[in-house]
């Protein structure tokens, strides 16, 4: 089966989120969340990494990691393992605690805005879950989250936990507990209002379904790093949203040789009837060549319903099939290694 791509560089920041198998508990009780930051406070000693956000809920957690070496599959490895040891040791249980694997997305840390918007979701988490009556109880209320040590003295707290990047990104100063504490308590009851909590779900729509965090530069520095891990690998060894941008990107720089080995400019290409041998044949020769899907060779070619795209040249006339060998023989020669 195919698996989400990691993408692992030095001084990478990531948001990480895990559930437990089938949706179940992976907290039972609090002694097992103090022992999972415990283990996290572990794999930060032995990794290096430095955490500007947590949360734990019942059946799921996430981080907001950054990593100044190259390992975040390594550290998550022995982190979620170690945990599952401790955990089914403890409740004398045996197999899966986490379902699948974590999902990691990379965030851009080094721009103004992102750290801050994946922190404040992270912290806002117990919240959006029901888990404090808003407008009754403070958000700061929730233990198992690093919102509290936000609003405690520096110095205080866990010593892998990074306050200041997410502080600074708010033009917040480290002892600025107060205007900190103002920020999210406030976005706590927009989320109790109806019209807030609907605005807050269009902004972070993306940041949950996004294969990224961060702006077109990122995105674009991101899929460099993409191209140097599945360069050589098999395409089916990798799935998800960022192994589509990348072959998304490949068919087109890929498209754009095909056009000129035909002599043929976009203009020309959009002015071609939907099942002109042309498309047919450019269709066909970048589905064989690139991981991309069907509708988006249809709506890229302008073939209109996307089943256009997977359309058999056998079912040409003779004359509109010498056509099609004669064009495809032209796309055979343009050099598809660079996908």
Known sequence: ????????????????????????????????RQRFLETLGEACDKTGWRIHAYVLMGNHYHLLIETPEANLVAGMKWLQGTYTQRYNGRHRVFGHLFQGRYKAVPVD??????????????????????????????????????????????????????RGRVMEGLRLKPEDRRGYE?????????????????????????????????????????????ERVVRGCRRESHSGGAVRAHGEQAAERLLQR????LGLAKAALARLPKLSVEKVALGGWLRERTTVSLRWVSARLGMGHYTNASRSPRRMNPGGFRKFQKIRSKLDLVDANEN
């Open 1 to 32: 089966m195919a698996r989400p791509l990691r993408i692992e560089f030095a001084g990478a920041t990531y948001h990480i989120m895990a559930r437990g198998n089938q949706g179940r508990a992976i907290f039972d009780d609090d002694r097992d």
């Open 109 to 162: 840390g080094a721009s103004a805005g992102y750290l801050e918007t994946v922190s404040t979701y992270i912290h806002l988490n117990p919240a959006r879950a029901g888990l404090i009556e808003i407008g009754q109880e403070k958000l700061k209320g929730y233990r198992w989250s690093s919102y509290p040590w936000y609003l405690s003295w520096p110095g205080r707290g866990p010593a892998w936990l990074e």
């Open 258 to 261: 095909g056009l000129a080995s």
């Open 182 to 226: 103002a920020c999210l308590e406030g976005r706590a009851l927009e989320i109790g209002l109806k019209t807030g909590r609907v605005e807050l779900e269009e902004q972070w729509k993306a940041l949950r379904r996004g294969w990224y965090v961060g702006g077109d530069g990122f995105a674009a520095r991101l899929r460099d790093q993409i």
